[in-house]
């Protein structure tokens, strides 16, 4: 059995990484790890003098995500979880928290976008597929919640029906 101490969960809040939460809960609980839930702004870029910035990141909106971040919560009180508001570009920060961190498993939702909305969205997963230190459990669709509960413990094997 692999230790798995410190599981890594990047959100954006959306849908997929919800219930990719979920799982990295589970994880942590199972495992008797630690979870850091980490959420990366992207910075402001600028195009041009006449256009100013694109994607400018306000103040108000820094704190709104730090309180929806705060607020992911493993429903386990026993789970120890961490917080991480990064800036920059989302898989470096990914990649470069859970070298730092010393993450054992990284948990994270997939979009499953292909064709074009990939080719002009990028791909954070599949950036940190490709150069994160620790493995990487990337989750598209949607796990029923008596799934999640049922996921048998380190060291334990599956009930058969």
Same mark, same amino acid.
């Given at each position: %059995?692999? &230790?798995?101490?410190?599981?890594?969960?990047?959100?954006?809040?959306? /849908?997929?990484?919800?219930?990719?939460?979920?799982?990295?809960?589970?994880?942590?609980? #199972?495992?008797? +790890?630690?979870?850091?839930?980490?959420?990366?702004?992207?910075?402001? %870029?600028?195009?041009?003098?006449?256009?100013? &910035?694109?994607?400018?990141? &306000?103040? !108000?909106? /820094? #704190?709104?995500?730090?309180?929806?971040?705060?607020?992911?919560?493993?429903?386990?009180?026993? *789970?120890?979880? #961490?917080?991480?508001?990064?800036? +920059?570009?989302?898989?470096?920060?990914?990649?470069?928290?859970?070298?730092?961190?010393?993450? #054992?498993?990284?948990?994270?939702?997939?979009? +499953?976008?292909?064709?074009?909305?990939?080719?002009? %969205? +990028?791909? *954070?997963?599949?950036? *940190? !597929?490709?150069?994160?230190?620790?493995?990487?459990?990337?989750?598209?669709?949607?796990?029923?919640?008596?799934?999640?509960?049922? %996921?048998?413990? &380190?060291?334990? /094997?599956?009930?058969?029906?």
């Amino acid at each position: %059995m692999l &230790p798995i101490k410190t599981i890594l969960h990047p959100t954006d809040f959306s /849908e997929h990484s919800g219930y990719a939460f979920q799982v990295a809960c589970a994880f942590a609980r #199972d495992y008797g +790890g630690r979870l850091v839930v980490v959420h990366v702004m992207s910075l402001p %870029m600028y195009a041009s003098p006449e256009l100013g &910035p694109v994607l400018p990141e &306000p103040a !108000l909106l /820094e #704190d709104e995500l730090r309180e929806r971040l705060l607020a992911l919560r493993p429903t386990d009180p026993a *789970v120890a979880v #961490d917080h991480c508001l990064l800036k +920059g570009d989302a898989a470096a920060e990914i990649i470069r928290l859970a070298q730092e961190d010393k993450s #054992d498993l990284i948990v994270m939702g997939i979009h +499953g976008r292909t064709g074009l909305g990939r080719l002009l %969205m +990028g791909s *954070v997963s599949e950036a *940190v !597929l490709r150069h994160a230190s620790c493995p990487v459990l990337t989750l598209k669709m949607p796990f029923r919640a008596d799934f999640v509960s049922a %996921m048998p413990a &380190p060291g334990r /094997e599956p009930a058969h029906a």
